[in-house]
């Protein structure tokens, strides 16, 4: 393996849902997640945003491994998880972690946080005996700025940030190469976010550990991955993919620049000047019944008949990559009015 080997790759990886409509009807296929092309690099950090119902927890369970593509190939350091041996698939296990959202639901509540933390070493035969277990348990408290004397305390005795912090502490017992944070900071209160997300990029610089940071906060996901890079997902869909800093800044796809335009902003200066772009609908598609053609151009404000008639693919644009027919036309995007279609 090349040190240039991406950590996890996707390749055209589709995953569908079937649902059931009746005793004698034939399930409908849903596209949660399709045409997925994606590489995540060692020490990336990597920002899956979008919508609920765009797909982004489905890839994010595509990546760890729980849930298998109905098309396409899941790469782990360039092999294919699922052709691989017992030992080759129980290192990806080992090495593609998940932080959940649900830090409570994650956790035995009838369970001590020792035995939840310890049991996993011992099961996998990471820790030698118990006191090893326990010591490598006590480095990984330190690490994420847990006290020793939690380590005998039920999940419902610590605070939500509390048991956040736990969560990583599991995870980097593992000894991962890849973590996906599918939503870790929405259940929190608004003051404790930032030192989880500063715990993450403490995690991501010292031990090398790539993220997938799975978000609809595009505020969240610009400090996480302030030098990485960040996907944007519509119905199951990538529509831009890029730099963070320079995605947000210019961004190229209708959709993410409505996303942008929505997101309020503090300063009432700006406020007032603040660029509107005014959508034909409100309403998402379904994704079990996705539009022709693009499927954001019953709500584009820039759509012409090839929007409807043609799919867009994923292709090179600017320093990214956008799946619009439209991107080199549409004017460019600007926060305010009087700024519209100048450098910022």
């Given at each position: 393996m090349s040190e240039n080997t991406p950590v996890i790759s996707l390749q055209n990886v589709d995953l569908y849902y079937e649902t059931k409509r009746g005793l004698f009807k034939p399930p409908i296929r849903v596209g949660a997640a399709l045409g997925i092309n994606?590489?995540?690099?060692?020490?990336?950090?990597?920002?899956?945003?979008?919508?609920?119902?765009?797909?982004?927890?489905t890839l994010g369970n595509v990546i760890i491994g729980m849930l298998k593509p109905t098309a396409g190939k899941l790469l782990f350091n360039g092999k294919d998880v699922y052709s691989m041996g017992k030992s080759?698939?129980?290192?990806?296990?080992?090495?593609?972690?998940?932080?959940?959202?649900?830090?409570?639901?994650?956790?035995?509540?009838?369970?001590t946080l020792r035995h939840s933390l310890c049991g996993p070493l011992l099961h996998k035969k990471l820790a030698k005996n118990n006191a090893d277990a326990v010591k490598q348990v006590y480095e990984a408290l330190?690490?994420?700025?847990?006290?020793?004397?939690?380590l005998d305390k039920y999940p419902h005795e610590l605070s939500g940030g509390q048991r956040q912090r736990i969560l990583m502490a599991r995870a980097i017992l593992m000894r991962p190469k890849l973590i996906v944070a599918d939503e870790p900071v929405s259940m929190i209160d608004v003051s404790l976010r930032i030192s989880?997300?500063?715990?993450?990029?403490?995690?991501?610089?010292?031990?090398d550990i790539a993220f997938v940071y799975i978000t609809h906060d595009f505020g969240t996901a610009r400090y996480i991955a302030r030098d990485g890079n960040i996907t944007?997902?519509?119905?199951?869909?990538?529509?831009?993919?890029?730099?963070?800093?320079?995605?947000?800044?210019?961004?190229?796809?209708?959709?993410?620049?409505?996303?942008?335009?929505?997101?309020?902003?503090?300063?009432?200066?700006?406020?007032?000047?603040?660029?509107?772009?005014?959508?034909?609908?409100?309403?998402?598609?379904?994704?079990?019944?996705?539009?022709?053609?693009?499927?954001?151009?019953?709500?584009?404000?820039?759509?012409?008949?090839?929007?409807?008639?043609?799919e867009p693919q994923l292709k090179p644009f600017k320093?990214?990559?956008?799946a619009c027919h439209l991107a080199d036309q549409i004017p460019a995007w600007s926060l305010r009015r009087d700024k519209a279609g100048a450098e910022e």
């Open positions: 994606l590489d995540v690099h060692k020490g990336e950090v990597l920002a899956i945003v979008g919508e609920s119902g765009c797909g982004k927890t080759a698939y129980r290192e990806f296990r080992n090495s593609v972690q998940l932080v959940q959202q649900d830090s409570y639901a994650a956790l035995n509540p009838v369970k330190d690490m994420v700025g847990i006290n020793h004397e939690e989880i997300l500063n715990l993450m990029a403490k995690l991501n610089k010292t031990l944007i997902m519509y119905l199951g869909k990538m529509v831009e993919y890029g730099n963070v800093q320079k995605v947000l800044e210019h961004p190229s796809h209708p959709y993410l620049q409505a996303l942008l335009t929505a997101v309020p902003v503090p300063d009432p200066i700006i406020a007032k000047k603040k660029r509107e772009l005014p959508l034909k609908s409100v309403d998402m598609p379904s994704v079990a019944a996705p539009p022709s053609g693009c499927r954001f151009h019953p709500r584009c404000p820039y759509a012409t008949e090839i929007c409807s008639q043609e320093d990214g990559k956008c």
